[in-house]
């Protein structure tokens, strides 16, 4: 059974137990796929080899007779932002290259070998996370698998990580998700990702770029993916609460997340939306004015680039030529922002969320597009910094609403097959993750064409 035709862990495991492929088989798929030309950039050290003995020894289990966790033996890759033992963790960048390796595992990465999944290796990043285009001038820059011809961006900052799935090489791929890493991907190749409220999982053992906004989580092809992968790395698994579409409410926001949208975006939504309300989901247009306060919240740059810059400066100060120019800049923003202003901005980030929480408390879930364009060109973005700009501002524009308030949101793909990958959010407030969950699984055949 080819792992180019699996599209869930749910199918991988139902193939397995009708003995149509082992583990093993699969993984040296993913590994012949991870050496051919598409995947180049996509990974920045492989693991297929010690990934071999999880799958042997998960094969085995399993023709004893033994009860396995669905991620066992299953290909999964690693965003290079967190702690593997014995790695060195770059985050993707050059001036880690003489980092220590990290002692122990990051939480998350015990916890998924716990469950035995096999580690296939660390994958490519925006330096240090900061960007949602996804490109690296050190390690160079996957290239979207779905327009290879035209060279669009994966997107960031996760970028390696949803090549990964994209092609094959993985079934889940772990990231991050500080303003829409793991949404932007997903949303740009076609997959699922998960952005759960922040506390839920642990980011010891994670390199951080903001102690406010980071969250570790995943993307793979299905929400129930997602739901598995959670449970692992959360370690405290949500219960979706399900419903029928028809009792469900989602709430459109009037205001910004609605603008700009090219025209293959527009039409993904517009269909989303008819197929919803003929289904019996209740749809309302609703007011957010909050949303038009981010711009003033964050004109200094923001909690990213204050808590970037308190994370950098040191290293900054000793190293500038060795880190991405246009990282570097953002960081730098950080520079200008005084500890009353940094004060300012966290009580007034509690209050507007507060706001926000009681804005969506009435619906199951705000909708809209995850991002309101397609893949963009890469090339164009690598020579112009205005263009890199405005388009990286655009990318993570809705996304991060979501993180300002430290809310729960899922990308699901819901484009037509003869176009590029367009997804869908759905988010809401904090700790709402099992509401979020169990209407995105109720609504997903809807979504998705």
Not at 358 to 364: G, H, N, S, T, V
Not at 423 to 432: E, I, N, Y
């Amino acid at each position: 059974m080819s792992a180019a035709m699996l599209h869930s862990i749910e199918d991988l495991n139902r193939a397995l137990r009708e003995t149509r492929c082992t583990r093993a088989a699969l993984l040296d798929e993913a590994a012949q796929r991870a050496a051919q030309p598409e995947a180049d950039a996509v990974f920045l050290q492989t693991s297929f080899d010690s990934a071999r003995a999880v799958c042997a020894a998960a094969d085995a289990a399993a023709l004893a007779g033994k009860t396995l966790h669905p991620l066992a033996g299953l290909p999964v890759s690693v965003k290079d932002l967190f702690d593997i033992a014995g790695d060195v963790t770059r985050a993707g960048a050059v001036v880690r290259d003489d980092a220590a390796p990290a002692s122990r595992d990051a939480p998350v990465i015990a916890r998924l070998r716990a469950v035995g999944a096999a580690l296939v290796g660390r994958t490519n990043m925006t330096e240090f996370a900061f960007s949602g285009v996804g490109i690296n001038p050190h390690f160079g820059t996957p290239v979207n698998p779905h327009d290879r011809a035209t060279a669009r961006i994966c997107g960031g900052s996760s970028s390696g990580a949803a090549a990964s799935v994209a092609l094959g090489t993985a079934v889940v791929a772990l990231g991050s998700d500080t303003g829409g890493s793991i949404r932007i991907p997903a949303a740009l190749c076609g997959l699922t990702g998960f952005k759960p409220t922040a506390r839920r999982v642990p980011l010891q053992g994670a390199f951080p770029l903001s102690y406010s906004l980071d969250t570790a989580c995943a993307m793979a092809r299905t929400v129930a993916d997602c739901v598995v992968v959670d449970g692992v790395i959360a370690d405290a698994p949500v219960l979706p609460e399900l419903r029928q579409p028809r009792a469900l409410r989602l709430a459109v926001p009037r205001q910004l997340m609605l603008d700009d949208m090219d025209d293959t975006v527009a039409a993904a939504f517009d269909r989303v939306m008819a197929r919803l309300q003929a289904a019996g989901v209740t749809v309302e247009s609703v007011d957010l004015p909050e949303l038009l306060e981010l711009s003033v919240l964050n004109a200094q740059g923001g909690l990213t680039a204050a808590e970037a810059y308190a994370i950098h400066r040191g290293t900054l100060s000793q190293r500038r030529a060795g880190y991405d120019p246009r990282v570097a800049a953002r960081i730098d923003r950080g520079a200008s922002i005084g500890a009353a202003d940094y004060v300012d901005l966290v009580r007034a980030r509690a209050d507007w969320g507060l706001r926000m929480q009681a804005r969506l408390a009435p619906y199951d879930a705000l909708i809209c597009p995850t991002v309101p364009v397609i893949a963009p060109e890469l090339a164009p973005l690598i020579e112009d910094d205005k263009l890199f700009a405005r388009t990286n501002a655009l990318l993570l524009r809705n996304p991060s609403v979501i993180n300002f308030f430290d809310g729960c949101s899922i990308s699901i793909p819901c484009h037509a097959p003869d176009t590029l990958p367009v997804g869908v959010m759905l988010s809401h407030g904090p700790m709402q993750d099992g509401r979020l969950l169990g209407t995105a699984l109720a609504l997903e055949s809807l979504i998705r064409h």
